[in-house]
């Protein structure tokens, strides 16, 4: 399985992490190019290599770790995805500035936490994540939970939860064995349109809950 990362933040740099645990293969990038990931491909070892943007989008299975106001402009910079696993580990939540008035708006339940939701009008996220990706396989996961437990897919004598959704049947089971791969259980939510809204951050009723199977 050949894995590309796009995003080397809290998310892309600890999913390379949990990658290279397990053994598991792929190149990482971000916006400003491989030389500034060497320290982090250093620290995971020789399974985790650093490259281009574009190099890290031609993988077979391509995880999209960037934050939701910079991936329309990232996806739609790439060529075709011709049928390739894109993973949506997006949310739609922007960041607020502290001490803005976004930051004192007694409306968003989100200020404590310096994130505000963005109103996508009740599409799915990977719906527009989707359209911003013509011709890729988009399955939603890796997107639900704080990547540090991502650190611990076994806790409590069981294994961590990881939800994924999509529409395309054999996207879905490559995912789900990337899932399995890297020692978590992972639950099919279904479609895009039921399972990401579910499991996607800020609102959806399973994000952000822990579950174990034991
Ligand atoms: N943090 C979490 O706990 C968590 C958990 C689940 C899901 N998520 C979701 O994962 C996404 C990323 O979150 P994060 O916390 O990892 O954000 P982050 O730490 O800000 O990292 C964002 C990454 O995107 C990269 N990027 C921006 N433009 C790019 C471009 N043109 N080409 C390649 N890479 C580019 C940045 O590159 P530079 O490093 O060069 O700036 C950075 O490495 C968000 O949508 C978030 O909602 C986050």
Not at 153 to 171: C, H, I, Q, T, W
Request: aromatic share 6%; hydrophobic share 45%.
């Amino acid at each position: 399985m050949n894995i590309g990362i796009i995003g080397s933040g809290a998310l892309g740099a600890n999913f390379a992490r949990i990658l290279a645990r397990n053994g598991l293969s792929a190149v990482i990038s971000n916006s400003r190019g491989p030389a500034s990931l060497q320290e982090l491909v250093r620290e995971l070892g020789p399974h985790i290599r650093a490259g281009t943007l574009e190099e890290a989008a031609r993988a077979d299975i391509v995880l999209a770790a960037i934050r939701w106001v910079d991936a329309e402009r990232v996806l739609r910079g790439l060529p075709h995805w011709r049928g390739r696993v894109l993973i949506d580990a997006t949310n739609p939540v922007e960041f607020i500035e502290p001490g803005s008035p976004d930051a004192q708006d007694p409306n968003n339940p989100l200020a404590a936490y310096g994130i505000k939701a963005v109103d996508l009008g009740g599409r799915p996220s990977s719906d527009i994540i989707r359209q911003c990706a013509p011709g890729a396989h988009v399955v939603k996961a890796f997107n639900h939970l704080d990547v540090n437990v991502l650190q611990q897919p076994e806790v409590a004598g069981g294994k961590r939860v990881l939800f994924y959704s999509g529409d395309d049947a054999a996207a879905k089971a490559q995912v789900r064995q990337l899932i399995e791969s890297t020692g978590f259980f992972p639950v099919d939510l279904g479609s895009l349109e039921v399972g990401g809204h579910l499991a996607s951050l800020p609102f959806g009723a399973l994000s952000a809950h822990h579950f174990v199977k034991l």
